[in-house]
């Protein structure tokens, strides 16, 4: 399967990519690198995989300001694509320091370090966390922002923060806000690989190779058409894609760009597990159990302007061939990278 080519991507330095051995940073990595895009990957390996990165990398932290400094002197970086941060949404209730800390205040010594070294074009992860319970749905791009935890309150002061910086400093940025990101590219030997995993789609896949007997559906009385939530799930190949069209934009000369990044289309957890069954051939049991704290019932996209402003339509993420991506790499890594 082929990336969608978007207009030339031709930048005359390269791309810094913190966040680049983490799930979704490591495949936008090898999308640039297919594109032939010069690329330095920068993560602290808190949560990354060294394994998933072949490109120049720099371990560094976020918080070492003299280590950034040093890295944007070395590599004279024209553009970043920032996806470090702390993306768990219970997690941020209980430790909301790590939050503030690792999305918010590390995203300011980017920044600034951005400004020192004239480097002005940044992409970033933003979330569909940052809308919180939705008014209406599917959710357009320009749905009120009231995000009902820690993890989306710091989501959206990076958003917040890099507006105030395009317009007082000239910086130019793009906040792509995801919904479900999803699947891999396993024929890439990229693959999803968290611990702990929250995520339901390789929770679900775990069932089906045999690392847990049942999968605990969070719910099943929603206001849905079968009571469990909702969701929209992107391929994570299409995220890729996505950012580099957004980055193309930003070079070309547009100033900013906030969009969401879905496919319009929801599943509910229980047509994600009928399909998983399908896809796997496995029996996979699931228990009903009471509603997750913080879950909103339906999170689905509206994605009229991501096609609008980055003509991106999502190409690989069918629900069905998201899983056999997943289910591909979870049967040749059955104990992620580390079992390599
Ligand atoms: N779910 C279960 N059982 C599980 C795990 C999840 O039923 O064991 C359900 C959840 O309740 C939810 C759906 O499966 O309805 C998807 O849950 P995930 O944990 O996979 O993903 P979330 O929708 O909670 O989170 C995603 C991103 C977050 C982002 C959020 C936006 O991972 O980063 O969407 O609200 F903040």
Known sequence: MSTQQPANLSPRGPVLVPGGA???????????????????????????????????????????????????????????????????????????????????????????????????????????????????????????????????????????????????????????????????????????????????IPLVLGVALGRRKSIAIFGGDWPTRDGTCVRDYIHVEDLADAHVRALTKLQGGTSAIACNLGTGNGYTVKELVELARKVTGHAIPVEVVARRAGDPAQLVADGAKAKELLGWTPKRSGLEQILKDAWSFMQKHPRGYAGD
């Open 22 to 200: 983490g799930y979704i940073g490591a495949h936008f990595v090898r999308v640039l690198e297919r594109l032939k895009v010069p690329v330095v990957v920068l993560d602290n390996l808190s949560t990354g995989h060294r394994e998933s990165v072949k490109a120049t990398f720099e371990q560094v932290d976020l918080g070492d300001r003299a280590a950034l400094a040093g890295v944007f002197q070395r590599h004279k970086p024209v553009a970043v694509v920032h996806f470090a941060a702390k993306c768990y949404v219970g997690e941020s209730v209980t430790e909301p320091a790590k939050y503030y800390r690792e999305n918010v205040i590390h995203t300011w010594n980017l920044l600034e370090e951005m400004r020192a070294h004239a480097c002005r074009d940044i992409v970033f992860s933003s979330t569909a966390a940052t809308y919180g319970e939705p008014r209406t749905v599917p959710i357009p791009s320009d749905h009120p922002q009231n995000p009902i935890n820690p993890y989306g309150r710091t989501k959206l002061h990076m958003e917040h923060m890099m507006q105030d910086y395009g317009h007082a400093y000239g910086m130019r940025t793009a906040a792509l806000r995801y919904f479900n990101a999803a699947g891999c590219m396993p024929e890439e030997g990229l693959g999803e690989d968290h611990e702990p995993e929250t995520h339901i």
